[in-house]
């Protein structure tokens, strides 16, 4: 079976238009809840395991991953970009930000060091481009809209995920509590647009 390059096209811009929206629907969804009975839904509880948003998250990472690991074991073994390193990389990155995701791994951290794994995320997002830098410059040449587009999800994980958390917890946490019952809502719902 082969796909046009418009119509491939087509399908990932609707795909990519499909998942936006359920993530803000999700998001409604448990701002709902918070408004309507002061605590979120239990299905829709977006700090929880076995809820409908950490399904939704923990399968995207997981596509990802799988997509990255199928190119590294099937794909070509050239020197055209990407390198299998980073193939393999990026499956192995995104497969355990999955299982952290469906697993809440970094709550069943000792409570004094429950915050550890935001700083192991962030540095990973930010030396992981640095090390791949090669692979990162060979593919912005080949698929400048592709990459711009992974460039501004890197950037908004970074700042509205991991960036806000930290800032979130080491400076405006007093500020944040007296306002919003559930301190979490601002860095995800910036996360997950």
């Not at 991953?65 to 299998?84: A, D, K, Y």
């Not at 992981?128 to 460039?151: E, G, H, N, Q, S």
């Not at 995920?161 to 007296?178: N, T, V």
Request: hydrophobic share 55%.
């Amino acid at each position: 079976m082969n796909l046009s390059p418009k119509a491939l096209n087509e399908a990932s811009n609707w795909l990519l238009f499909t998942l936006i929206v359920l993530e803000i629907f999700l998001v409604i969804i448990y701002l709902a809840g918070i408004v309507l009975i002061e605590r979120p839904f239990e299905l829709f509880d977006l700090d929880n395991k076995d809820t409908i948003p950490s399904f939704f998250q923990a399968s995207q990472l997981f596509i990802i991953g799988l997509i990255s690991l199928v190119f590294f074991i099937c794909g070509r073994h050239s020197s055209q970009p990407p390198s299998q390193i980073f193939l393999l990389t990026v499956a192995l990155l995104f497969f355990s930000a999955c299982a952290d995701e469906a697993l809440k791994i970094n709550y069943l951290l000792p409570i004094e060091d429950h915050r550890s794994w935001k700083s192991t995320y962030l540095g990973i997002a930010v030396v992981t481009p640095f090390v791949f830098y090669r692979d990162c410059i060979a593919l912005w040449r080949i698929y400048r809209k592709a990459v711009l587009l992974i460039a501004m999800g890197w950037g908004v994980f970074v700042i509205g995920g991991i960036g806000l958390e930290i800032l979130k917890d080491e400076f405006l946490q007093p500020k944040l509590s007296q306002f919003f019952e559930r301190d979490e809502l601002i860095p995800f719902f910036i996360e997950k647009l």
